[in-house]
C-alpha cells in the first residue's frame, strides 16, 4: 500500500495548493482525531444532502451506522458520496476583515458506500464506531443483540481517492495594513471534555471509568504554508 492516495481529478487541491496533504498518516490522523463526518450524497430524486453522523474507521475503510429506516444509509448506497471531516484549531484574526479566517485540518473522502451484510464485518465496524467515538468502551458495554443488529445498518466506504488540507500560523496581511492598530493573531481552539456527569440509575460510588476522565482526542499536527482562506 503506497504512503500516499493519488492525487485525482477530484482530490487535487486547486485552491491553495500548498496546504493540500496526500499522504495516509496525515488523512487517517485528522479522520482518527475528528468525532464527526459530514456524508453528502444526491437523493433518488436529484438533490444534494449534507448530513452529520458518527464515524469509525479499519484501515481504508469508514464505517457509518443507524437505523435500518435511515433515508441516509438507504439512498447512500444508491451512489457516489462524498464524506468530510473538520478540526478546528483556531480563529485567525486579521487587521482587515477580508483575511479573517480558521486554522483547520480537513479531509474530504470520494467513494461508493456500500452496506455491509457480512455479520463479521459487520461486527467489527460496530466496535470500530464505539471505540473511535470512547476508545475502550467495547469491554464495558453490553454488545448488541439480535433485535439490535437487524435494525441496523451499516455501510462501508472504501477510502480510494481522499484529500487533506491544512492551514496553520497568523493571519495573511496586505502590507499596507501591517501598521493598523488593531490587535491580529489566532485564537486557538480545542475541543475539550469537561468532567463526565452520572446517569441518575448509576450506582453511588461507581466511579466514571478511567477513559472518560482522561478522555482526550489525539493532539498535534502537521504545520504548512499560510494565505488567506482558501
Ligand atoms: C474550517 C474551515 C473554514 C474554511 N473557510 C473558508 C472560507 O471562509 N472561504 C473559503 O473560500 N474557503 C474556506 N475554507 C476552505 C474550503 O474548504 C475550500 O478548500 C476552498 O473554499 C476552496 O474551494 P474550491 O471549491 O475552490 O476547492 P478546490 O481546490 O477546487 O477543490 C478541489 C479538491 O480539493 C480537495 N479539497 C478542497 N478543499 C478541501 C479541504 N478544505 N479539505 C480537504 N480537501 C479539500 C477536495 O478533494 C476537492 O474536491 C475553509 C475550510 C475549513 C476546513
Known amino acids: 500500500m503506497s504512503a500516499d492516495f493519488a492525487v485525482t481529478d477530484l482530490t487535487r487541491v486547486r485552491r491553495g495548493a500548498a496546504r493540500a496533504r496526500y499522504d495516509r498518516a496525515t488523512v487517517f490522523a485528522i479522520l482518527d482525531e475528528g468525532l464527526v463526518c459530514h456524508i453528502a450524497h444526491v437523493t433518488p430524486d436529484g438533490r444534494p444532502v449534507v448530513l452529520p453522523t458518527a464515524y469509525g474507521r479499519i484501515g481504508d475503510t469508514l464505517y457509518v451506522h443507524g437505523s435500518t429506516a435511515s433515508r441516509m444509509l438507504g439512498a447512500g448506497v444508491a451512489g457516489p ?40 464485518e459487520k461486527d467489527a465496524a460496530l466496535v470500530a464506531l464505539v471505540e473511535h467515538v470512547v476508545p475502550g468502551r467495547t469491554g464495558d ?4 443483540n439480535r433485535r439490535e443488529l437487524a435494525a441496523t445498518t451499516v455501510l462501508a466506504l472504501t477510502v480510494d481517492e481522499a484529500s487533506a488540507k491544512v492551514r496553520t500560523g497568523p493571519p495573511v496581511e496586505e502590507p499596507a495594513d ?23 440509575l448509576v450506582p453511588s460510588g461507581l466511579a466514571p471509568p478511567a477513559y472518560l476522565q482522561s478522555y482526550r482526542r489525539p493532539a498535534g499536527h502537521s504545520s504548512s504554508g499560510l494565505s488567506h482562506f482558501s
Open 141 to 144: 458495554t453490553r454488545p448488541p
Open 178 to 200: 501591517e501598521g493598523l492598530p488593531y490587535w491580529a493573531g489566532v485564537l486557538p481552539m480545542r475541543l475539550t471534555p469537561l468532567a463526565p456527569v452520572a446517569d441518575p
Open 81 to 120: 458520496v462524498c464524506v468530510t471531516v473538520t478540526l478546528l484549531d483556531g480563529l485567525v484574526v486579521s487587521r482587515s476583515a477580508f483575511h479573517h479566517s480558521m486554522n483547520y485540518r480537513s479531509v474530504v473522502v470520494f467513494g461508493t458506500a456500500r452496506v455491509v451484510d457480512d455479520p463479521d
